[in-house]
Every structure is written in structure tokens, then in C-alpha cells.
């Protein structure tokens, strides 16, 4: 229930996920005053952008003219990876090539290519990265006539181009005569429709990690700067919450939104859920308990293993360490159904262990905390009593949750001490007790979890820090 918000400014945050968008307004205190959420529509998957940039207008104009009029501060987030090609003059309309999502996978030749390139196992050589699409846009321009200019202006830098060329695929849009195409995340592509101020485009660094950004020397490594194709990536990575720019004066007149309303720079939609659970101290951690069981801590020491899918995003002068499990709460829906799981709760005894030693998997594989693509689900023998057989469901999940905290600790995370909860498992209380029971520290629902949410959080960073800094100029002036 949204709360009724005091006089001062408003921060929105606006979520892009893969089926719609929300839209959070909070005020200064983080109390959330407006939340809105609207989806794509039939035949979305036909013009991404096209819905997007729609969905975009309707969230903001859902809002009432006085809360549009309070907003000092917009931020956004995107799912992860998912990427656009754009020509830098007109990011709205010159959309050069379908927007490629999270999950679409890269020919085995650009990951090869990417691999080729990048160090051992890193995050950017996965089939799905932004860099395997961004590869497959460069060589689909080798085949374009119209594409060649700014190609050719590349490769005579004296680089090799990287990897094979696949066969040709459709790449609509290239200009014979403009600048080279510009590579944007849907987060950054997002913010630009509103400040309408792109030059060579900005990014973030948790948008920017797939693309093989180094978040820790906050610039692009050596091995990806040289390559003939760094010239479409975003020239200036900066900051989750970071200020941008304001909307432009089009925009304002548009939407009602202030003409002094900042962009800031975004997030990715699961860090945006993190931000939003108000995880501050490193130590703390969030677990969402959704169909898949996936953990996130804060910790000082950055930790990257492809073995197990852990990376790391940074946060402020903190490292977000993540790993996420097969198993969750898809297990749990192959026995029973949301009416039985409500009905058989209140008949768990967390006092009472099963000591069933189930591992919950809904097929074979686990990639975390156990690395093997072999592993067995082990969830017999089955009793014949449901509350005793989904009490030990529940403990085998947690089991593995414990596990992925103690391998986060043993590659040298900071220790854990307390554990939020996200996703609808949050709203067990028994196996909340039976959670609390085998990781050995405090372990609660966090208050908010939606990601539109965090990025609002973020908004209001932005416009905090660009008061701090305004105000810091002031005082520079009034000392001279």
C-alpha cells in the first residue's frame, strides 16, 4: 500500500523485466508513495523496442501531474546482458538491429571468438553476454555494404578483426555516412529516450560487467580497448545511481516532469532487487526464494569463479557476490500445489529435523555451491506423511543454502551475519525458523523487493550527490 508522501522531493524508479515494467515513486524518507506496473502486450516480441519505448510514456503518464511535477530523480534497470545497436544521432528512432535479450545465446563461433579474446572463464565469454552479441552485430556487418565505412575506418587502426565470420544474418539500418553504431543496454537506452544527451553513450558498471568492463579499475581492460570494435561500446561507464543528465526540454514538455529532473545511471534488474532489500554492511546478504534458490552477499573482497557461476558486481566500495542453485521453489511445485503448501505449514515441526538428507533438484545438474552437471536429485525415500516429506524439502533446500555461504566464506567472502529474505518463500515462517536453524544467523523478510523500488533508491543517490556536490561548489566559490 503506497503511503502518502510529505512536501519535498520525489525519486522514481522504473523496472524494465521481461513480460512488463513498473514504476515506483518514493519520497525522501524511501517511503513509497505511487507504484504502477503495466505489460508489453500481444506481439511485444515483434518490436522490443518499439514496446518499450511505449510502456515507457504510459508508466510515467500513469502518475498524477503533482507527483511528475515533485520528481527530482529517475533511474532505471533492465535485465542483464540485454542489448541494443543504435545510431548515436537518434537512439529513439535510429534502433539499427532487433534488441537482443538476456537469455538469447551466441553462435558457438562468437563465443569461441569471445574466449579467444578475454581472460580464462570470465563472465563475458558466456554465450549469452553482451560481447557475444555485440561480436555478432560487428560480423554481420562485414556483409553489409553500407556498414563497411566505419569497419574499415576500424580494422586500418591495425587490429585484427576477432574470430570467424558466421553467416550472414539481417542487420537493417547501417549508415554509409554517419558515425559508427553505438551499443547500449537496455537500462542505458532507456535513460536516453529521456535525457535525449548520448554522445557515445553511457553505461553502468553492473550493465557493463558482461560486456568485460572492469568494475574494479573502472575502465575497459586492455584486451577488450584494442579490440577494432571498442568504438561501439558506451565511452563513459559510470556508477549505479551516478548522475547523468537531465531530461531534455522535449521531454520535460512532454511528460511533466521537471526540466531539472536528473537521469542517473542504472542497474540491472537483480541488483536492482538487492538495493531494494536495503542491504547496506558487508556481511549481509539476500537470499530470493523463488523457482530457483539464488544468494547475494555483500562482501570486501571480490570473488569471480566460472566453475560455479559466481561473479561479482560492485557496489559503491563494496563487492556484490553472487551464486545461484538448481534447486528452489520449482521443486516444491512438482509435489504440491500453492493450497496444499498453505495447508501443510502449519503442521511443519523446525524444532523436530527430519534428518531426511535430501538434496532437491528438479533434474539432474547443480551448479552451486556444488560445481557438477551430474548431480542427482536425492528426495526419497518419500514418507507418507506430505507434512513430513515437505519438511524435508525444505531443509534439504536450506541445506544448500547454508552450503552456498559457506563456499562464498571459504574463497574468502566476508563472514555472513544476517540473511534477508525475497521472493514468495520469504512468506514461510516455518521455514524461515528452519532457515535461521542451519545458517546461524538472523534471517527476516526484507521490507521491499521489487527492483523498480532500488532503482527509485538509486534516483534518489544521484540527486543526493549532485546536491552534495552543488553545494560543496558553492562553498568552493564562497571561499575564493
Not at 324 to 346: H, I
Not at 436 to 443: C, N
Request: glycine residues 10%; aromatic residues 6%.
Amino acid at each position: 500500500m503506497a503511503a502518502p508522501h510529505a512536501q519535498g522531493p520525489l525519486y522514481l524508479g522504473l523496472d524494465f523485466g521481461t513480460s512488463g515494467a513498473r514504476a515506483a515513486v518514493i519520497d525522501e524518507e524511501g517511503r513509497l508513495v505511487r507504484d504502477v506496473k503495466r505489460g508489453y502486450g500481444e506481439g511485444a516480441a515483434a518490436d522490443w523496442t518499439g514496446s518499450w519505448h511505449r510502456v515507457l510514456f504510459e508508466l510515467i503518464d500513469c502518475l498524477d501531474p503533482a507527483l511528475r511535477a515533485g520528481v527530482a530523480a529517475v533511474a532505471f534497470d533492465g535485465t542483464s546482458a540485454t542489448a541494443l545497436l543504435v545510431d548515436p544521432r537518434d537512439p529513439a528512432r535510429g534502433v539499427l538491429a532487433p534488441a537482443k535479450l538476456y537469455n538469447e545465446a551466441q553462435s558457438k563461433e562468437m563465443a569461441a571468438a569471445a574466449k579467444a579474446m578475454a581472460p580464462p572463464a570470465h563472465t563475458a565469454t558466456a554465450p549469452t553476454s553482451t560481447l557475444c552479441k555485440l561480436l555478432t552485430w560487428w560480423h554481420e556487418a562485414d556483409t553489409d555494404p553500407a556498414a563497411t565505412h566505419w569497419r574499415r575506418r576500424a580494422l586500418e587502426r591495425g587490429l585484427a578483426a576477432p574470430g570467424p565470420a558466421p553467416a550472414a544474418s539481417a542487420c537493417s539500418g547501417w549508415s554509409s555516412s554517419g558515425p559508427a553504431p553505438l551499443l547500449l543496454h537496455q537500462a542505458d537506452w532507456l535513460a536516453a529516450l529521456l535525457h535525449e544527451d548520448v554522445g557515445r553513450g553511457t553505461s553502468d558498471w553492473n550493465n557493463a560487467l558482461k560486456l568485460g568492463f572492469d568494475p574494479g579499475c573502472e575502465a575497459y581492460p586492455d584486451w577488450l580497448a584494442r579490440q577494432p570494435f571498442a568504438e561501439l561500446l558506451p565511452a563513459r561507464v559510470v556508477a549505479p545511481g551516478a548522475p547523468v543528465a537531465p531530461v531534455s526540454t522535449a521531454v520535460a514538455a512532454r511528460t511533466g516532469l521537471p526540466g531539472d529532473c536528473l537521469v542517473c545511471a542504472g542497474t540491472t534488474d537483480s541488483i536492482a532487487a538487492f538495493v531494494a532489500a536495503g542491504v547496506t554492511e558487508a556481511g549481509q546478504a539476500v537470499t530470493s526464494l523463488g523457482s530457483t534458490l539464488a544468494v547475494k552477499l555483500l562482501s570486501t573482497t571480490r570473488l569471480d569463479d566460472a566453475a560455479y557461476g559466481i561473479y561479482s558486481h560492485r557496489l559503491g566500495d563494496v563487492w556484490l557476490v553472487g551464486g545461484a542453485s538448481n534447486s528452489g521453489g520449482a521443486v516444491l511445485r512438482r509435489f504440491f500445489t500453492d493450497e496444499q503448501l498453505r495447508q501443510l505449514t502449519p503442521c511443519l515441526r523446525p524444532e523436530a529435523p527430519t534428518r531426511l538428507g535430501y538434496y532437491p533438484l528438479p533434474a539432474p545438474g547443480e551448479r552451486f555451491p556444488v560445481a557438477d552437471a551430474e548431480l542427482q536429485p536425492r528426495m526419497e525415500p518419500r514418507p507418507a506423511d506430505d507434512a513430513l516429506f515437505l519438511q524435508g524439502l525444505l531443509e534439504g533446500i536450506a541445506d544448500i543454502e547454508a552450503a552456498a555461504y559457506r563456499r562464498l566464506a571459504d574463497m574468502g567472502a566476508s563472514p555472513l551475519k544476517e540473511v534477508l529474505t525475497a521472493g514468495g518463500g520469504a512468506a514461510n515462517p516455518k521455514w524461515t525458523e528452519i532457515r535461521q536453524r542451519l545458517l546461524g544467523v538472523p534471517v527476516r523478510a526484507a521490507v521491499q523487493g521489487e527492483a523498480c523500488y532500488g532503482a527509485a533508491l538509486l534516483a534518489r543517490q544521484g540527486a543526493r550527490q549532485a546536491r552534495a556536490a552543488k553545494a560543496a561548489a558553492g562553498k568552493a566559490v564562497a571561499a575564493k
